[in-house]
């Protein structure tokens, strides 16, 4: 994805709002959870879920892993990777999402977590050679998700204009468009 502009707050909360609830019930309708990894996002992501109701028959939890060290220990993601690239990488995007869909898989449930991530810089300003507005968001397909044949782990990378709240804010948005996408509910 290429440099986003988002319209005001209102409209883009109402199109959160359509994209959330579009999605919580193609998870529904065909026995999927979520469960979210957060860094930069903050909580936003689980809250653009739970805004919805009858969301806690699909979302599971967020676990917001602000801080790289809690990204190792939570969620598994490599250490040496976050020694080498930081937070800010699509391969931790990756292990963020495959990581969260681990915690929070139960075994009444069988394989049907969808994990999700965010990881990136909000600003104001750059965080080492990684601009401010650079984000990656990471999904973690299980089989039969969309069209996904066997699961697979996918990241995306985002470069969103605006102040610190509008990246955080566009990341969510994003994410929630590209589930979207991923689920084909854009073909129902």
Request: net charge negative; glycine share 12%; aromatic share 6%.
């Given at each position: ?151 697979r782990t996918v990241a ?33």
């Open positions: 994805m290429g440099e986003t502009e988002f319209p005001a707050a209102a409209a883009s909360q109402s199109h959160c709002d359509e994209l959330a609830a579009a999605v919580l019930r193609y998870c529904d309708n065909n026995h999927f959870k979520i469960a979210a990894a957060e860094s930069l996002t903050g909580g936003l992501l689980a809250d653009a879920f739970v805004r919805i109701p009858g969301a806690s028959k699909v979302f599971l939890g967020s676990a917001v892993t602000y801080d790289i060290r809690a990204k190792a220990k939570i969620l598994g993601v490599d250490r040496d990777l976050l020694n080498r690239e930081g937070a800010v990488h699509p391969e931790v995007a990756r292990q963020m999402a495959s990581g969260t869909a681990r915690l929070y898989q139960q075994d009444e449930d069988g394989d049907c977590v969808v994990g999700l991530s965010t990881t990136g810089v909000a600003g104001p300003g750059s965080d080492g050679d990684k601009p401010a507005g650079l984000a990656y968001i990471g999904c973690f397909l299980p089989s039969g998700f969309g069209d996904v044949q066997s699961r995306f990378e985002l470069r969103l204009n605006g102040g610190r709240e509008a990246v955080r804010h566009g990341v969510v948005q994003c994410i929630l468009e590209k589930l979207s996408i991923l689920s084909a509910l854009s073909q129902e």
